[in-house]
């Protein structure tokens, strides 16, 4: 069975036993250390098999922006390209980036994540010092939002916060806004946000969902880290 690690920039956790294990740490790289020593810690292991692993970034590590319109193009590889080198002005996460893009993005555009690549090589790394393996990796806040769209399905607008930032998707059958907000906006700020991106889309506050990541509150079954605090505006 495969251990859940969240990972964030000034916090990370484990679950063991259904429990969330949390710890804070003043940098990224000996954060996640700690993490997966933790996460190995945690299991029996067989001889010369690693211990599969499920990483879930913050909305600080993992930030998503829209991919596109890109016309003309006929591999997927030149695709990723030009998302990678779009990422850095979309999200602001300094270069180099790698991007993990939903679909081909025309003759819409497409939701895409990008992950700046020194993040990506920290995590294999300490997975290959503590005999791990990383069988997934992706943002905390997809999860929430696939959670949230589960039992709200009618819902135009999602944001999900963490203690890294704020992550803002909005659309109908497909994302038209797609933004992070890094750091964490306070509440009354995210108020303002909310409202404004709902007056402009012409939403009522019916329509709009927040989801909270709470460090207190049991897993849920599909959405580790958490139960959630739901509400629409006010």
């Not at 020593?37 to 945690?42: P, R």
């Not at 995590?123 to 290959?128: D, F, G, H, L, V």
């Not at 906006?185 to 402009?200: F, G, I, Y």
Request: proline residues 7%; contains cysteine.
């Amino acid at each position: 069975m495969a251990i859940d690690v969240y990972l964030g920039l000034g916090e990370g956790a484990t679950v063991a036993q259904g429990d969330a294990l949390w710890q804070a740490h003043a940098q990224l790289e000996p954060g996640l250390d700690a993490l997966f020593g933790q996460a190995a810690a945690t299991v029996q292991r067989r001889w010369g098999r690693r211990v599969p692993v499920r990483v879930w970034l913050s909305s600080a590590l993992a930030r998503p922006f829209l991919c596109g319109p890109l016309a003309g193009l006929r591999r997927w590889r030149e695709v990723v390209a030009l998302a990678e080198a779009a990422a850095t002005e979309g999200t602001g996460l300094p270069g180099p980036c790698q991007v993990m893009i939903e679909e081909w993005p025309h003759p819409q555009p497409a939701l895409a994540v990008a992950v700046q690549a020194q993040t990506l090589d920290a995590i294999e790394s300490a997975a290959r010092r503590h005999s791990l393996r990383v069988q997934s990796l992706r943002p905390w806040w997809a999860a929430a939002l696939d959670h949230a769209l589960s039992r709200g399905p009618d819902a135009r607008l999602l944001a999900v916060s963490d203690g890294d930032g704020m992550t803002v998707l909005g659309g109908r059958e497909r994302f038209d806004t797609a933004n992070g907000y890094v750091p964490a906006p306070s509440a009354e700020q995210a108020d303002k946000v909310l409202a404004r991106l709902a007056l402009t889309a012409g939403l009522q506050p019916a329509d709009v969902v927040r989801v909270r990541l709470s460090r207190t509150a049991a897993p849920h079954d599909g959405l580790p880290f958490g139960a959630m605090e739901e509400q629409t505006l006010p």
